[in-house]
């Protein structure tokens, strides 16, 4: 496996990692909410076809946002290669300090705290699901801006275009859109699991902080001919 390959293998598992975060996945059901709450049935219940219309859109609207900050970031490469080696580690630092926060060893304030921009409108159609999703991505909140940070700049080091950023945004999509396929049980889900949650944070954690490390003592090439 190259390390192109490994580096955006990494980057999609960041985006599910990003998914389960603490301060993340508690919205799953409030965003989940709005994009359904206005196409219930006449039993009440979503219909589950516009439903992941409109999934699909608020994801498109987010991928939309970080392609683009891929883009720029990829264009900046050249002016960012004298700092390549700094960018790295700072990559690789960002990384560890959120893989520590997944696992529950490094808990700052900060991470816990919101910042976002929020954007909920009264009637969820395509338009409106699409500009959540860009209201979504332009206001993440701290738990997932180190995370997103990092991938940025291996990005500007790397010039790698966009597939780190569209393969970060695949694998934060990727569950929003099978909430939205399973809508009728994803509530009942979420409350059933909620203990294994927190495992399944550490592991991803644990993942994190390897991958950091790695980044931050440039071994990626190493890692991908062991995994090749």
């Known amino acids: 496996m190259e390390q192109e390959s490994l580096t955006i293998l990494f980057a999609f598992v960041a985006g599910i990692a990003a998914f389960f975060s603490p301060c993340q996945l ?31 859109n608020f994801v498109a609207g987010f991928s939309l946002v970080f392609v683009v900050l891929g883009l720029l ?11 390549g080696l ?11 300090l959120f893989g520590l ?40 909140t701290p738990c997932i801006g180190p995370v997103l940070g990092s991938i940025l700049l291996l990005t500007a ?6 597939s780190l950023l569209a393969a970060f945004a695949l694998g934060l999509g990727l569950p929003y859109l099978l909430a939205a396929l399973l809508v ?15 495992h399944l944070q550490r592991i991803f954690g644990l993942f994190m902080v390897v991958v950091g490390v790695a980044i931050f003592f440039g071994l990626l090439t190493r890692l991908a001919a062991l995994a090749y």
């Open 184 to 198: 009728e049980r994803t509530g009942r889900w979420v409350s059933r699991f909620a203990v294994w949650l927190p």
């Open 26 to 56: 508690p919205l799953l059901l409030l965003y989940l909410g709005v994009l359904s709450g206005s196409v219930a049935g006449e039993d009440g219940l979503p219909q589950r076809n516009r439903v992941v219309f409109n999934s699909v």
């Open 157 to 162: 080091v790397t010039g790698g275009g966009v």
């Open 101 to 140: 926060y997944l696992a529950g060893i490094f808990r700052p304030a900060l991470f816990s705290k919101e910042r976002r921009v929020r954007y909920v409108p009264k009637v969820a159609g395509p338009g409106t699901s699409l500009l959540m999703g860009v209201a979504f991505a332009a206001g993440w």
């Open 73 to 83: 970031a990829s264009w900046f490469a050249a002016f960012f290669a004298v700092w």
């Open 86 to 96: 700094t960018l790295q580690r700072l990559a690789g630092t960002m990384i560890v």
